[in-house]
C-alpha cells in the first residue's frame, strides 16, 4: 500500500508539475468556463426534455403516477432527455476536452473555444463533435433512469396528503 501511495503521489506531482511549466497557473484552470456552461446546459436539457416528456406520456398512455407501477414513464422520459442532452452537449464536451488535453502544437488549434470548435470542424468534421456520444448515452441512460425514478419516489413519499 506504501508503494501505490508513493507512486501516486510522485505521479501526481509530476503530472501537476508538468502542468505548471507548460503555461503557468492558467493550466490548472483551463476549459473551467466551457465545463460550467456544459453541465448548465447539459442539466437544464434533461430537466427541460425528462419534464415534458414525461407529461406527454402520461397524457398518451392515460396513466398517472398512481397506475404507474413500474415507472415506466420516468424511465423512458429519463432515456429521452439523456439522450437529448448528450446530443446537443457533445460538441461543447469534445472541444472542452481537447482544449484541456492539448498539448505542444495543438495548443495554438485550441486555445479559445471559437478556434477550438474551427479545428474539429476542419480535423474531423461534423463528425468529429459526436466523438465519444455513444458512450456517454450507454452510461447516462441508465442512470438517469434510476435518478428519475429515485426523484419521483422521493417527491411522492414526501408530499403531504
Known amino acids: 500500500m506504501y508503494f501505490y501511495g508513493a507512486f501516486l503521489t ?3 506531482s509530476a503530472v501537476a508539475k508538468d502542468l505548471f511549466m507548460g503555461s503557468g497557473l492558467k493550466s490548472f484552470y483551463k476549459g473551467s468556463v466551457m465545463t460550467f456552461f456544459y453541465y448548465g446546459l447539459n442539466s437544464g ?3 427541460l426534455s425528462y419534464e415534458h416528456t414525461k407529461s406527454v406520456l402520461y397524457k398518451t398512455a392515460k396513466l398517472d403516477e398512481l397506475t404507474d407501477k ?3 414513464v420516468p424511465i423512458t422520459a429519463a432515456m429521452i432527455g439523456a439522450f437529448l442532452s448528450v446530443v446537443i452537449t457533445s460538441p461543447i464536451d469534445v472541444v472542452k476536452i481537447r482544449m484541456q488535453t492539448a498539448i505542444g502544437d495543438e495548443r495554438e488549434l485550441y486555445r479559445n473555444a471559437r478556434v477550438g470548435f474551427r ?3 476542419k480535423a474531423d468534421g461534423l463528425h468529429g463533435f459526436f466523438r465519444g456520444a455513444l458512450p456517454k448515452f450507454i452510461s447516462r441512460g441508465p442512470l438517469s433512469s434510476v435518478w428519475a425514478v429515485v426523484y419521483e419516489l422521493v417527491i411522492k413519499y414526501s408530499s403531504i396528503n
Open 10 to 12: 510522485n505521479f501526481l
Open 45 to 47: 436539457i434533461w430537466w
Open 70 to 72: 413500474f415507472r415506466v
Open 119 to 121: 479545428s474539429v470542424m
